[in-house]
């Protein structure tokens, strides 16, 4: 059982930065075995990708992320992070952490476990 909870989302002006962050609580898995993703929904849109950190540490973004977005964990608190800077009107969205074991997912769908969401708006 895996629960995953987000904090960190709000509101702010454009060119703003924000932090994410995810806890995660894995009773009788080892946190640093996870791959931690962090995915976007805009309201009307699809869920979609934002950027992932395997257990060895190799990040993987989207590409409207990369430069702006940088996804980091600490394996002795059980937390991911998404350090969000020169935010647009764009990145408005519900943040969503997730999880997934022993595993490398390229979809949403392959993720074990997802957070309730952190709402960030980003005004003009």
């Known amino acids: 059982q895996v629960q995953l909870v987000e904090s960190g989302g709000g509101l702010v002006q454009a060119g703003g930065s924000l932090r994410l962050s995810c806890v995660v609580s894995?009773?009788?898995?080892?946190?640093?075995?996870?791959?931690m993703g962090w995915f976007r929904q805009a309201s009307g849109k699809e869920r979609e990708f934002v950027a992932r950190?395997?257990?060895?540490?190799?990040?993987n973004y989207a590409d409207s992320m990369k430069g702006r977005f940088t996804i980091s964990r600490d394996n002795a608190k059980n937390i991911v992070y998404l350090q969000m800077n020169s935010l647009n009107p764009e990145d408005t969205a519900t943040y969503y952490c997730?999880?997934?074991?022993?595993?490398?997912?390229?979809?949403?769908?392959?993720?074990?476990?997802w957070g309730q969401g952190t709402q960030v708006t980003v005004s003009s």
């Open positions: 997730a999880a997934a074991y022993w595993a490398v997912p390229d979809t949403a769908t392959a993720y074990d476990a």
């Open positions: 894995a009773s009788g898995r080892s946190f640093s075995r996870y791959t």
């Open positions: 950190i395997p257990w060895d540490g190799e990040t």
